[in-house]
């Protein structure tokens, strides 16, 4: 079956900017989470989604954001981009705890 | 606070040397423990989950069990594809705090050499 759908693989940002990440779970699956991963940080949680609900949030600025559609595909969106947000963006698909399986990851550079 | 811990940071083995890896956890009410391989620029890739202390599971050359405080990655004859980046996290029985959210370990770099 296919795996986590992550697009783009790789963005470069300028500061100021704002971007949109796109994640397709697994089918069948309804909840979506995403991380930030940072050499320094290493992986953090960013939010839940399941049904189109943000049911967890983790502690990241308010230039944060996500929403779930109704086929549980989720997009994740950062305004005013920093540099400090250069990462490596990671969603995570999964059955209500089951299991989370990751996608391969959007590298976001922010110059 | 909750946290997870592992040990070491770095580790280089031959072909052939066994060893663990050890994730160490202070946390209230686990409901799962997670562990991930990581190979760079790529995403997490499931390996296994405990949900009890004194569960063990393996696949090929792994082995990981656990206990109330701590699981352990048994790499048996470790081969140089088994190079890459082992992560622990784990998942909380905390309600709508815990939705979702995985709390990592900062991983342990694998190194095997032929």
């Known amino acids: 079956k296919a795996g986590v759908t992550q697009t783009p693989r790789y963005l470069i940002k300028t500061r100021g900017q704002q971007v949109t990440l796109s994640c397709s779970p697994i089918s069948g699956h309804r909840s979506v989470s995403w991380y930030q991963q940072t050499p320094g940080q290493g992986l953090q949680f960013l939010f839940e989604y399941f049904s189109e609900t943000q049911r967890n949030k983790g502690n990241f600025p308010g230039r944060f954001s996500g929403r779930q559609f109704s086929n549980s595909r989720s997009e994740m969106n950062v305004s005013t981009l920093e540099l400090g947000d250069s990462a490596l963006y990671l969603c995570a698909s999964s059955l209500e705890g089951s299991g989370y399986t990751f996608g391969s990851g959007t590298r976001l550079t922010v110059v | ?114």
């Open chain 2, 1 to 114: 606070e909750d946290q997870v811990t592992q040990s070491p940071e770095a580790l280089r083995l031959q072909e052939g040397e066994s060893s663990s890896l050890n994730c160490s956890y202070t946390v209230s009410g686990l409901r799962g423990l997670f562990w991930y391989r990581q190979d760079p620029g790529k995403g997490p890739e499931f390996l296994f989950t405990l949900y009890s202390a004194g569960e063990e599971k393996e696949k090929e050359r792994l082995k990981a069990t656990l206990t109330k405080k701590e699981s352990f990655l048994h790499i048996t004859a470790p081969k140089p594809e088994d190079s890459a980046t082992y992560l622990c996290a784990v998942l909380l029985n905390a309600g709508g705090t815990s939705y979702g959210k995985l709390t990592f370990g900062q991983g342990t770099i694998l190194t095997v050499h032929p």
